[in-house]
């Protein structure tokens, strides 16, 4: 059974960098030729997909965060990481990581999330 | 960008009841459509992917149907753990983009 475990500080100032890590446990990371994620929730709204990584270090990012988004592999640890710079108080969500899933059949290939972690808060403030 | 609605935004439902959740995608994403469950403090769950296919462990009360734009997901007879907050997903190959709706809160009538 794949684990997945949000790590990383829970309050970080205006305009600095908010950094996370997942760790990943119950399998290889580099294993079943997933990608996996990171995804936001502000307090009382919906989920936003920030971007992804494969194991190659192959990324993927939101348009709408991609200027400040940096998603990182360490493939001997087990462990993706996210770099979020010049923050501000939008930014303060609860952050989940992710790995996405896949399926193919006839009509197509679909990707969904399939594992996460429990999430950790991060709020951004002086 | 392709954009996820969902309806209604809160169903209030009688354990026992059939629930049904929609979900409208502003242009087509085929089957490309995933649900999930989220219940306070806890992360979401998948519930259906590929429009209508069951994730492992799912109880079969939960069923989705539906292709291109109109989703929709069908609680059988609910039982009092299904009260919670159901999110849409899509999936754009390209350029590859995951896109949530804003979620219906299921809640007790």
């Known amino acids: 059974q794949v684990q997945l475990q949000e790590s990383g500080p829970g309050l970080v100032k205006p305009s600095q960098t908010l950094s996370l890590t997942c760790t990943v446990s119950g399998g290889s990371i580099s294993s079943g030729s997933y990608y996996w994620s990171w995804i936001r929730q502000p307090a009382g709204k919906g989920l936003e997909w920030i971007g992804r990584?494969?194991?190659?270090?192959?990324?993927n990012y939101n348009p709408s965060l991609k200027s400040r988004v940096t998603i990182s592999v360490d493939t001997s640890k087990n462990q993706f990481s996210l770099k979020l710079s010049s923050v501000t108080a939008a930014d303060t969500a609860v952050y989940y990581c992710?790995?996405?899933?896949?399926?193919?059949?006839?009509?197509?290939?679909?990707?969904?999330?399939?594992?996460w972690g429990q999430g950790t808060l991060v709020t951004v403030s002086s | 960008e392709i954009v996820m609605t969902q309806s209604p935004a809160t169903l209030s439902v009688s354990p026992g009841e059939r629930a049904t959740l929609s979900c409208r995608a502003s242009q087509s994403v085929s089957s490309n459509l995933a649900w999930y469950q989220q219940k306070p403090g806890q992360a979401p769950r998948l519930l259906i992917y590929g429009a209508s296919t069951r994730a492992t462990g799912i109880p079969a009360r939960f069923s989705g149907s539906g292709s291109g734009t109109e989703f929709t997901l069908t609680i059988s007879s609910l039982q009092s753990e299904d009260f919670a907050v159901y999110y849409c997903?899509?999936?754009?190959?390209?350029?590859?983009?995951?896109?949530f709706g804003p979620g219906t809160k299921v809640d007790i009538k």
């Open positions: 997903q899509q999936y754009n190959n390209w350029p590859p983009l995951f896109t």
């Open positions: 992710a790995r996405v899933g896949y399926y193919y059949d006839s009509s197509g290939y679909y990707q969904f999330f399939d594992y």
């Open positions: 990584i494969y194991t190659s270090g192959s990324t």
